[in-house]
């Protein structure tokens, strides 16, 4: 039973464009939201989170928005440049009873492309 | 090195045969996870070290594997008697908190694995 779901496998998008990558959850204990890149032959990097306090994080050409009623979250990148091209993993945390939360549970992937 | 470090890249190995996994996490990291990342998932969790405490294991498949932190620093993943299932990435991650607050979790490269 997937908790973290990404539906689209792969999104290409024109230069300059917007592109928005969407994830999906099932559990309602989670409460700390990620998105990851990982380009081919490295490990996952750290892009953007959001507290679910939050509805939307900000940072540079990235904004994360959570609909915490929907369980629904998104990543837009605008504008979206070549470099983007990678795969994007939306990643959630859930608080831990007498812990913090730390263990993340991820989504299956989306591959971005980003045509020139 | 300023980052995570696995060893090796990559690793060939005969169904039934024991692996080793290193991970050198970033300098000062308190927490300590793994993860496995088979074929078009996303990685998922396989236990997580606060310093040299195994808190956490519920992710390991199989008593199969066996993981150690004896120093709080450098950890080390085995396989015994590998299976062709156990065929993925294996992931690092270090973080500077324990269980406090979240933050973020550097990735290692990664170790990729394959059973003959």
């Known amino acids: 039973d997937q908790q973290v779901k990404q539906n689209s496998p792969s999104l290409s998008v024109q230069e300059g464009r917007i592109s928005i990558l969407n994830c999906d959850y099932t559990?309602?204990?989670?409460?700390?939201f990620l998105w990851y890149k990982k380009y081919p032959a490295e490990g996952p990097t750290f892009l953007i989170s959001?507290?679910?306090?939050?509805d939307k994080n900000e940072d540079g050409r990235f904004t994360v928005f959570l609909n915490k009623s929907a369980k629904h979250l998104s990543l837009h990148i605008v504008p979206s440049q070549p470099g983007d091209s990678a795969v994007y993993f939306c990643?959630?945390?859930?608080?831990?009873?007498?812990?913090?939360?730390?263990?993340?549970?991820f989504g299956k992937g989306t591959l971005l492309t980003v045509n020139p | 090195g300023a980052g995570v470090s696995q060893s090796p890249r990559y690793k060939v190995a005969k169904r039934g045969q024991d692996v080793a996994l290193r991970c050198d996490p970033i300098?000062?990291?308190?927490?300590l996870f793994w993860y496995q990342q088979a074929l078009g998932q996303g990685p998922e969790f396989l236990t997580y070290?606060?310093?040299?405490?195994?808190?956490?294991k519920s992710g390991l498949p199989s008593d199969r594997f066996f993981a150690e932190r004896p120093e709080g620093s450098v950890s080390t993943l085995k396989i015994q008697r590998t299976q062709q299932e156990d065929s993925a990435v294996y992931l690092c991650?270090?973080?500077?908190?324990?269980?406090?607050?979240?933050?973020?979790?550097?990735f290692g490269p990664g170790t990729r694995l394959t059973v003959l």
């Open positions: 559990n309602s204990m989670f409460d700390y």
């Open positions: 991650a270090s973080s500077s908190r324990g269980l406090t607050a979240y933050n973020e979790q550097f």
């Open positions: 300098s000062g990291h308190v927490s």
């Open positions: 990643a959630a945390s859930a608080r831990v009873r007498g812990g913090s939360n730390y263990k993340l549970t």
């Open positions: 959001i507290s679910s306090i939050k």
């Open positions: 070290f606060q310093n040299e405490a195994q808190l956490d």
